[in-house]
């Protein structure tokens, strides 16, 4: 997939959209007896980062990471068991329920699985309008139009307006889904795994798609994804997470060309490479990612890690701002020892 992020790269302004300051979401497992105050999933455990307006986050990390809940907790679909969420300096976090309503409408989300995501029952023209309609945005015949407007904007016909979701293709329900997204214009899109579910020619469609509206609308991702060559195609900077916490955070080019931390070493080196001449020593894991009821003590990360040393096992690393402009979360320096 050849990358096109540069197009946008220098549009995304200093000016933050979104805050997330020691975000937490913990889950209470449930024990035979009862509740258990003791045990505890810590999906995500301290979380901070910004979005500038018109930027692409990337947010990187294997299944079971705590990536989604991220983009969950921050929409307040779920509720952030600490920290804080500042849109446009505002926090969210603390809210009434209905001033959160008119902030849910600046802040979307497209989701991994677009047929389980839209309504089998409602038309497409319905599924695109629904938000229009829920936040009495328009009149009856502004909204038509809009929907008219937006169904072209995103590659599709009008023709499609009445047709139902399982009439449409895994891409093009895709497209729907974005369409329903920016119905209302919003300032911040967390998209979620979006690409994953579709063919990889129909990958490199919907995010060139997602890149061309940011062109034209200014409107800032959270880009939720497993896959290094998706973030790589659309972030200006990228996030790094592994068992709840951010480990490192940089610009996309200096991420992929000099990367700090020896998990996204690892991440990038389990890429495959197609030119064997290419082919260099390559930093393997070993061991499963550990339980996140029980996260290993000190560095979450000295289970599997091949420069772990002593202190690594008992002092946990603080997300830091290095000499190269990197934040990143190890003890270590010099990688190369
Ligand atoms: Fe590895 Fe230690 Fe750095 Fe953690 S702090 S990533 S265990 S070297």
Known sequence: MSNSSDSTKNQASKHPVLEVADLKKHYVLRSGIGWSARKKV???????????????LGLV???????????????????????????????????????????RRHMQMVFQDPYNS????????????????????????????????????????EEHIGKFPHQMSGGQLQRVGIARALALKPGLVVCDEVVSALDVSVQAQ????????????????????????????????????????IVELADRRALFENPLHPYTRALLDAAPVTDPRHRKKRLLLSGDVPNPVNPPKGCRFHTRCPFAIERCRIEEPVLEKADTGHFKACHIDDLQQ
């Open 42 to 56: 810590y999906a995500v455990d301290g979380v901070s980062f910004s979005i500038r307006a018109g930027e692409t």
């Open 61 to 103: 990390g294997e299944s079971g990471c705590g990536k989604s809940t991220v983009g969950m907790s921050l929409l307040m679909l779920i509720e952030p068991t600490g920290g804080t969420v500042k849109y446009n300096g505002v926090d969210i976090t603390r809210t009434s329920k209905q001033a959160l309503r008119q902030y």
């Open 118 to 157: 839209v309504n089998p029952r409602m038309t497409i023209g319905d599924i695109i309008a629904e938000p229009l309609t829920n936040f009495k945005a328009a009149s009856k015949r502004k909204r038509q139009a809009r929907v008219q407007r937006i169904i072209r904007r995103v590659g599709l016909k």
């Open 206 to 245: 919907v995010l060139n798609l997602l890149m061309d509206l940011q062109d034209e609308y200014g409107f800032s991702y959270l880009f939720i994804t497993h896959d290094l060559s998706v973030v790589e195609h659309i972030s200006h900077r990228i996030a790094v997470m592994y068992l709840g916490k």
